[in-house]
């Protein structure tokens, strides 16, 4: 039957679902450990990423924390909060796991308020708004698009890295490959490697229908390749951004 087939096997098997050791209470606890994750880093880079990016200062600090936060290795964070007051378990894990997902959500929140054409904002500044009700009524609507991609990007990534819970007593999908490789059950091992990868996969086509439907339709064409080269920018540690600037096509925004 080979190795695929058993893993089917081991899938189809009722046993497999039931209980805290099922395939639904390890999939609930793994995207439980991820959305915990992506939130926490959300709350930290996101106001950073718009506060820097509104002033137009802290382009060197933001690649410089999205270099160091890439460099360091979620298991090795890991090993470090075991030896400390954080210990093992989901929580350690979703510490590890927020500073994974910091880099995306830092640098597209940051690269898309920048990217606010700086004549919409003056005109907003001229009419009298304030710098917050700038920020919150004209910048941050117009950078919802490359926003939605820094989190999509994080989402998939924390939801592929989450496996790492069971080696420091969480839990997840991880669990599964752990005892797999506990027991030498290799259909086993790669039954969980299937079901991560599966979603993961689940997890990028909805994020990617949310991201669509927050561009607005006439924008789209021009804003989400910028969203992906801003994603693939993360990875090579720089912080950039293109938009088109065609005279017919220029951003407007109504300020009640």
Do not use: C, K
């Amino acid at each position: 039957m080979g190795l695929l087939g058993d893993a089917f096997v081991w899938l189809n098997d009722p046993l497999n679902w039931q209980g805290r050791g099922g395939v639904p209470f390890l999939t609930y606890e793994h995207l439980y450990i991820s959305f915990l994750a992506v939130a926490l880093a959300a709350l930290v880079a996101m106001p950073t990423a718009l506060l820097l990016g509104h002033t137009g200062r802290g382009g060197g600090l933001t690649v410089a924390v999205t270099n160091v936060s890439r460099a360091i290795p979620t298991l090795a964070l890991l090993t470090v909060f075991a030896a400390t007051s954080i210990g093992f378990g989901n929580r350690a894990t979703i510490l590890a796991l927020a500073v994974f997902a910091v880099p995306p959500l830092l640098t597209n929140t940051y690269v898309g308020i920048r990217g606010v054409d700086p004549d919409i904002v003056e005109a907003a500044r001229g009419m009298g708004l304030s710098e917050r009700s700038i920020l919150l009524r004209v910048e941050l609507p117009l950078s919802v698009p490359l926003i939605a991609a820094g989190v999509r990007t994080a989402a998939v990534q924390v939801v592929a890295t989450a496996t790492l819970a069971a080696l420091v007593g969480g839990g997840g999908l991880g669990t599964i490959i752990n005892e797999g490789f506990g027991q030498q059950d290799r259909p086993q091992i790669l039954a969980g490697g299937l079901l991560v990868a599966f979603l993961a996969l689940l997890t990028e086509g909805a994020l990617a229908l949310v991201q669509r439907q927050v561009t607005p339709g006439r924008e789209r064409r021009r804003l989400l390749p910028a969203a992906r080269r801003s994603s693939d920018a993360v990875g090579a540690g720089a912080v950039e951004a293109t938009w088109a600037d065609e005279e017919d096509d220029r951003q407007t925004v109504a300020v009640p």
